[in-house]
């Protein structure tokens, strides 16, 4: 039996993975192949760990009545520059909180780390390489790379999920209706997504879109 618990891959990146082609998350990354199996996720970054952002109930009214559904917000990392984040439904919490983890990992990105300032030591990792902005509802969240030693200058919300992603050192500031947790924690994650795929190579994005039709 494999490490990974005998998972079976259904898609050529899994199969890289398993095979030992992909080795790690940057490489699985940078193949431009889509990321469909939570599982090889769990194989690259076996040491992942996950913050519950918020939980709220959710009613509709259906034809057979009220019916009562959990909404999870979850973020994911390494605390060493992998960061995923996802909402999950379901009729029990935990259910909702195990759903929003699988999909969580299919969201993965590498955050774009760096030195906070000219006077960081040359290399660092500790901060952003540069401003990050992300917008989710009426939020707007905007990260600053800050100097070693700053610390997280953040909201609880903001502040969970860039620890996660392993960044130390920022200054950040939001608008909107920030009292809506799900909205913050989008934007923060949005910020630091398009700071991530402003270096995304060309040749990833090519293969990505050629791969797309893979299931």
């Known amino acids: 039996m494999s490490r990974n618990g005998g998972w079976e891959p259904r898609t050529r990146l899994g199969r890289k993975v398993q095979e030992g ?59 060493d520059g992998y960061l995923g984040y996802a909402e999950g439904r379901d009729d029990q919490v935990g259910g909702a909180i195990e759903k929003a983890i699988e999909v969580a990992k299919l969201n993965m990105i590498k955050v774009d780390r760096g030195s906070g300032s000219w006077e960081d030591s040359a290399g660092g990792v500790n ?64 910020a630091l997504q398009n700071a991530s795929q402003a270096r995304t190579p060309d040749r990833a994005r090519r293969v990505q879109r050629e791969a797309e039709g893979e299931h």
């Not at 917008?135 to 990260?143: N, R, T």
């Not at 996660?164 to 924690?185: C, F, K, Y």
């Open 21 to 79: 082609d992909i080795t790690s998350m940057e490489q699985a990354l940078n193949s431009g192949l889509p990321l469909k199996e939570p599982q090889l996720v769990d194989q690259l970054i076996p040491d992942l760990e996950d913050e519950v952002l918020d939980i709220n109930m959710v009613q509709r009214m259906t034809d057979s009545g009220r019916r009562v559904k959990f909404r999870c917000v979850v973020a994911i990392g390494n605390n």
């Open 127 to 190: 901060s952003l390489t540069r401003t990050a902005n992300g917008k989710a509802g009426s939020v707007e969240v905007e990260i600053k790379p800050a100097p070693q030693g700053l610390g997280l200058a953040a909201a609880p919300t903001v502040r969970n999920i860039l620890e996660l992603a392993g960044i130390q050192d920022a200054w950040t500031s939001s608008n909107g209706n920030t009292r809506t947790t799900v909205n913050l924690a989008k934007a923060t994650f949005n």
